[in-house]
């Protein structure tokens, strides 16, 4: 790759390498400069710029960013967009972040274009956290390198990053008295173990109370067992100290083997592993009593997640197994520029995307263009099915205009789907601001930021809603995303949650335009090929044409 001082009349086609931002001119870094950018830094007296243009050994950030991600990626992983050089790894659900740290290193140590950082192994992980981000560090990388990393993810019979998603667990719970111990403490035990398991998705089905004896631990396992319980739980009202303890001993009496005692972790250093008729049985250290995350949750989890914990997994606990209490921290959900250096596990961005479908249609000249046939379906349904297929976590239809019959020719064309849903504008005939409104007012309190879809551009994809996706991220100052096509803004247009009370307070037809202008610094342009972001469909001619080109 040549990177530095270029002259503008060799700049077309060149990469940006810093934001240009005078003379009316708002470029940030990372632009492919085309044609009509170059002429207007001359128009403004530039001479020079510093640029980057990749060579024939080269790959763009954002192409090796998503090759190298693709690669690593195992189950239960959603990958975003790529966006300057940058994609993410997410959970789909909750689970278990399963990590290969040894092939990590070695792909961070091929080459230093190419980067990749990941929660540590076995992090517990809820629904679109991030569980691992790729980086390519200039704006390009060479083939060579990116090759080589795919190579690297390839290397085994194992994905490099995945989520192993917890299992539901039907437990049961053996709890030992010895003289004196109160059935307070015992209610309290069950409580708390059934707090924890309820949170991995299980449930605790039985349980007996027991004197602390050998025999009568037998005949409790042997009753659970009967039950149908997975897995088998062993608080003793004294905690164990030897292989030959009342609590093994009374796994052995009932059928059981014992796999493994102790582990090297603190708190939780006196937990039993052992299996009865194959499925796994516990003898709990006192800790497991308290609600504090300890030894006993690290093997909890991993079983929940259908992992194997033998006698080698727990030897490994010791590194990481000087267990801190981390307080619990609230994720906020406001991007304003308040700090956030007290947020908790970085989530993916709830994005809704609001469908505008409420348009009389004026400029057709009598029918309802959302309706008209564009590739043997609706206009709108295009849209609808775009939304549907992207990563947004809600979609509302906007309806207005002959809403009686817009909704039906989406619902025939579209299966019922959960994240959508419709809401109705009344005040249509006054303007798209009166949909956008209608559109805001419907989203919930948990959504981040809505892109504004318009019904009649059946060009717009999943992969492009997603690309504006991938480009938001508030604490980088990327809070309205507007896609480009050769430097020409066009739509559909992402905007932070920040937003939302400004836009509705809209009036007119000219939507949230005005707002982009007002708060430059926090707009991000997201290039895109193709015309899609630009073509809408509002003529018969423009609905001739486009019927023309997709013939």
């Given amino acids: 790759m040549k990177f530095g001082d270029t002259p503008i ?17 708002n470029f940030a870094k990372g632009r492919v400069l085309s044609g009509d950018d170059v002429a207007k830094l001359k128009a403004a007296g530039v001479t020079e710029i510093v640029a980057a243009r990749l060579g024939a050994g080269d790959v763009h950030e954002d192409l090796a960013a998503a090759t190298v991600a693709k690669a690593l990626a195992g189950e239960g992983i959603e990958i975003t967009a790529p966006f300057t050089g940058r994609c993410n790894h997410f959970a789909r659900e909750a689970g278990l972040a399963v990590i290969d740290q040894e092939r990590i290193d070695v792909l961070n140590d091929l080459d230093e274009s190419v980067t990749v950082a990941t929660l540590p192994p076995f992090a517990r992980v809820s629904p679109r956290q991030m569980v691992a981000t790729v980086k390519i560090i200039p704006y390009g990388a060479p083939r060579a390198a990116m090759d080589r990393a795919v190579d690297v993810a390839k290397s085994a019979n194992r994905p490099m990053i995945s989520v192993a998603p917890f299992k539901a667990m039907k437990a049961g719970l053996v709890q030992t008295r010895l003289p004196g111990t109160r059935d307070k403490v015992l209610d309290k035990a069950l409580s708390t173990t059934g707090k924890r398991l309820t949170s991995l998705g299980s449930t605790v089905t039985g349980e ?20 149908g319980c997975d897995i088998f739980l062993i608080a003793g ?24 005692f102790g582990m090297p972790v603190d708190p939780g250093n006196l937990l039993l592993t052992a299996e009865l008729d194959g499925k796994p049985v516990l003898g709990l250290p006192g800790c497991a009593k308290s609600p504090k995350y300890n030894g006993f949750d690290m093997v909890l989890e991993r079983l929940a997640a259908g992992l194997t914990v033998g006698r080698a997994e727990i030897v490994r606990m010791g590194a990481g197994g000087l267990l801190a209490e981390i307080p619990t921290r609230p994720q906020p959900r406001d991007d304003s520029d308040a700090a956030t250096e007290d947020a908790g596990p970085q989530q993916a961005p709830r994005v809704a995307v609001l469908v505008l479908a409420a348009g009389r249609s004026t400029r057709m000249g009598g029918p309802n263009k959302l309706l008209a046939d564009v590739d043997s379906q609706p206009l709108v349904v295009h849209a609808v099915k775009a939304a549907l297929a992207s990563q947004a976590v809600e979609i509302v239809v906007v309806l207005g205009h002959m809403a009686d019959k817009v909704r039906p020719a989406i619902e025939k064309e579209v299966p019922a789907a959960a994240r959508l849903r419709f809401v109705t504008n009344p005040d249509f005939a006054d303007g798209l601001s009166t949909s956008v409104r209608a559109g805001i007012a419907a989203l919930g309190s948990d959504i981040d930021a809505a892109i504004v879809q318009l ?3 059946p060009g717009v994809s999943a ?13 980088e100052g990327r809070s309205i995303c507007v896609p480009t096509v050769g430097g020409k803004r066009g739509n559909p247009v992402l905007w932070a949650r920040r937003f939302f009370p400004d ?28 015309e899609a972001a630009i073509t809408d469909i509002d003529t018969p001619e423009a609905l001739a044409a486009w019927r023309a080109r997709t013939s």
């Fill in 463 to 475: 992969p492009l809603l997603d690309r504006l996706m991938a480009a938001f991220s508030p604490v």
């Fill in 503 to 530: 836009m509705g307070k809209l009036a007119g037809d000219s939507g949230a335009k005005h707002l982009i202008g007002e708060h430059a610094d926090l707009v991000c342009e997201v290039e895109m090929t193709g």
């Fill in 9 to 25: 009349d060799e700049a077309t086609g060149a990469i940006l390498a810093h934001s240009w931002r005078a003379g009316g001119i």
């Fill in 455 to 457: 019904g009649d551009m």
């Fill in 208 to 227: 007996r109370r027991v004197t602390h004896d050998a025999g009568a631990i037998a005949g409790a396992l042997k009753e659970l067992k009967d039950e």
């Fill in 237 to 260: 009202a004294s905690a164990i100290v030897d292989r030959q303890d009342v609590i093994p001993a009374g796994i052995e009496q009932a059928g059981g083997k014992l796999l493994h």
